[in-house]
């Protein structure tokens, strides 16, 4: 069973320009959702999280939206890099259980 | 510290044989976690380790796999008779007893190829 779900299997953007990361879950017993960058022949690398009883959190140039009653969030990333060219997945958490998504393949061009 | 570990990059071995995988985890974590990763998906749960104690299994662990931490330090992971359907990238990834909220820190992963 899917509960993480990443629908966009690749995005690219213009460098400078806002890069939309999108993913959606199906449990809502998730206590935190989680994103994660992946260059190749690297494991993954945490990101960014945000609880569930939030709707926002923000890292620098990252930031994460939580919409619960749609079950959705997002990653915004702005301004885009060239080196954020990576997949980013998507995961959700509760208790010691973490689900991923299929990942979205971000394309920042130059 | 380097981070977390895995040994081997990359095996290849044939079908019905078996093959173990080494993780170092990051030495002030003490739950650590195998996940396997296919083509085109995302990591998936096969156990974690709080210490020494295997606390969960994932029901993709089939009797062929077993998993050990002994002195709640590095981590194998072992496939009895492999299977094509094994191929796959298995990762590991070692945290705080604070959990997941903060992030895993995984590994490169072992790339497992069965011929």
């Known amino acids: 069973d899917q509960q993480v779900k990443q629908n966009s299997p690749s995005l690219s953007v213009q460098e400078g320009r806002i890069s939309i990361l999108n993913c959606d879950y199906t449990?809502?017993?998730?206590?935190?959702f989680l994103w994660y960058k992946k260059y190749p022949a690297e494991g993954p690398t945490f990101l960014i999280s945000i609880s569930s009883i939030k709707d926002k959190n923000e890292d620098g140039r990252f930031t994460v939206f939580l919409n619960k009653s749609a079950k959705h969030l997002s990653l915004h990333i702005v301004p885009s890099q060239p080196g954020d060219s990576a997949v980013y997945f998507c995961a959700g958490g509760y208790n010691n259980d973490m689900r991923f998504g299929a990942g979205t393949r971000l394309t920042v061009k130059p | 510290d380097t981070g977390v570990s895995q040994d081997p990059r990359h095996k290849i071995t044939k079908r019905g044989q078996n093959v173990t995988f080494r993780c170092d985890p990051i030495?002030?974590?003490?739950?650590l976690y195998w996940y396997r990763q296919t083509l085109g998906q995302g990591p998936e749960f096969l156990t974690y380790?709080?210490?020494?104690?295997?606390?969960?299994k994932s029901r993709l662990l089939s009797d062929r796999f077993s998993a050990e931490r002994p002195k709640g330090s590095f981590s194998t992971l072992e496939i009895q008779r492999t299977e094509q359907g094994d191929s796959a990238m298995y990762l590991c990834a070692s945290s705080m007893s604070t959990g997941g909220f903060y992030g895993y820190t995984f590994g490169s992963g072992t790339r497992l190829t069965v011929v």
């Open positions: 449990n809502s017993m998730f206590d935190y």
């Open positions: 030495s002030e974590h003490n739950r």
């Open positions: 380790f709080q210490n020494e104690a295997q606390l969960e």
